[in-house]
């Protein structure tokens, strides 16, 4: 099963966009529930989410997932993280599949995974058009993840940097390019992870970010915004011993978010033994939850 490739615009940017489409649809026929996919903080969609496109895809929906802007194959600004420029691409991508034949406008689902999770939540909060909302292992508040990361005195060096950048860059016009494992510290599970996606031939962007990445990180607050989603049902998987994302992320964000919604915990898993690449075994429960999920209220 492959995706077609095809493309749209948000910010004036050509945005790369893959859609599965179900085997056993034809023109002509009533139209299905289409499904947005989001990818992590890596941005990259082909790693990220093929699994989960794909088996989405075979339930008979389709599913769409998309390059934000800067990374994968859409135009942009390289090395530059901005959740609020990812959560347009988002508004737009929905605007896209309404318009694809095949698609009913008014059944669009959203998994996100990860910081996809994060964008995830703010769109759906944002964005009526979103009926149905899944996140797995997501990021839901971007200071506090920072922070929970980080030993104490790491994050309070790291807050005064980024804090310093800030007032320099504003006079300079400039930006301050570092490592992006400084940013999003990677613990030896996420190094492994990385590792495993090269063997696979998966491609990555620079390592570089421009330090502003960190500071437009700390300030998106999907949290802060989640009581917005009900009455659409939201379901939250988290990992029990998610090192990446503690999963006070979700359980805190959970406890906000109205009714109708569900908490899937991942037993003894870390971040990514959600994805099959890593663990075939318990992503299937990602799997067999999320497509409950959709099936129940899309």
């Keep these: 099963m492959h995706p077609t490739e095809l493309t749209f615009y948000s910010d004036g940017l050509k945005i790369a966009g893959y859609l599965f489409t179900p085997a056993d649809w034809k023109p002509g026929n009533a139209p299905r529930p289409g ?20 088996r989405l895809c075979a339930e008979g929906w389709f599913v769409f997932g998309f390059d934000y802007q800067g990374f994968g194959n859409s135009e942009g600004k390289r090395s530059r993280h901005r959740a609020l420029e990812q959560a347009q691409n988002c508004y737009d991508a929905i605007s896209f599949m309404q318009g694809v034949p095949g698609i009913d406008a008014q059944r669009i689902g959203l998994f996100g995974t990860s910081f996809g999770g ?28 920072m922070r929970q990361i980080r030993r104490p005195w790491e994050w309070l060096k790291f807050k005064d940097e980024v804090v310093t950048d800030a007032r320099r860059r504003v006079r300079e016009g400039t930006p301050k390019m570092v490592f992006h494992g400084d940013i999003m510290l990677r613990d030896p599970d996420s ?97 067999r939850e999320t497509i409950s999920w959709f099936r129940q209220y899309l």
């Design 35 to 54: 499904i947005l996919v989001l990818a992590g903080y890596s941005g990259n969609t082909q790693a990220d989410c093929t699994h989960m496109m794909k």
């Design 118 to 145: 994060a964008n995830g939540v703010w769109v759906t909060a944002f964005d009526e058009r979103v009926k149905v909302l899944v996140t797995s292992v997501g990021v839901m508040n971007g200071e506090t993840w």
């Design 191 to 287: 190094a492994r992870q990385r590792d495993m996606h090269k063997e696979a031939g998966h491609a990555f962007q620079s390592e570089e970010r421009d330090l502003e990445s960190a500071e437009a990180t700390m300030r998106y607050r999907p949290d802060w915004v989640v009581d917005k989603i009900s009455p659409r049902p939201a379901l939250f998987i988290y990992a029990e011993h998610d090192n990446l994302v503690p999963p006070q992320q979700q359980l805190d964000c959970y406890a906000k978010c109205g009714e109708p919604k569900k908490l899937v915990k991942l037993p003894k898993s870390g971040h990514y033994d959600s994805y099959e690449l890593r663990n075939p075994e318990m992503s299937q429960t990602t799997y």
